[in-house]
């Protein structure tokens, strides 16, 4: 049985959750709403205030799935409550970011200022100038634009310059002297 899978998720006040048939799951809450399709196999029920997945058989694929949908529920769920967030941190000299209306214009050390649109449903905050969070309710979305952010000048072993996430930890090289 998957560890992950068998636990039921419990629904806070002030949390809707709607199953169809075909197991497309919407998720209302305080924050907004998410709505995701998830396997069809697996076997999702509302149950009081908790809702539990099962699986139909014992494959590898079923047992994978488990705890999958029972993640993707539970992420879905914290997002509408809590919200996700992401924060980067820019290091080195004349490195730097800020907001201009709905556009986080960094300067990243190249010939151009690198210009980025906040994509629909994200939040991007900037405190100071080199701490960037991006905050929202799709964890999936919040983490792949905290990539894109971070892709576009990655931390270096030498210096330590780029951005890199603020828990990140960067293994540094001794340089050839």
Known sequence: MSRIGRLPIEIPAGV???????????VKGTKGSLEQQL???????????QVIV???????????FHGLTRTL???MVEGVTKGYEKKLEINGVGYRAQKQGKKLVLSLGYSHPV???????????????????????????????AAEIRFKR??????GKGI?????????KETGK
Do not use: C, H, W
């Open 16 to 26: 809707e959750i709607n199953i169809s048939d075909s197991n497309y799951v919407t």
């Open 39 to 49: 396997p069809k196999e697996m076997l999702i029920s509302k149950e009081e205030n």
């Open 54 to 64: 099962k699986r139909p058989s014992d494959l590898k694929k079923m047992k994978s």
């Open 73 to 75: 529920i539970a992420n």
């Open 115 to 145: 210009e980025m649109e906040d994509p629909e449903g994200l939040e991007v905050v900037v405190e100071g100038q080199n701490v960037i969070i991006v905050k929202g309710i799709d964890k999936a979305r919040v983490g792949q634009y």
């Open 154 to 159: 990655p931390p270096e072993p030498y210096k």
């Open 164 to 172: 890199k996430y603020v828990d990140e930890v960067i293994r540094r």
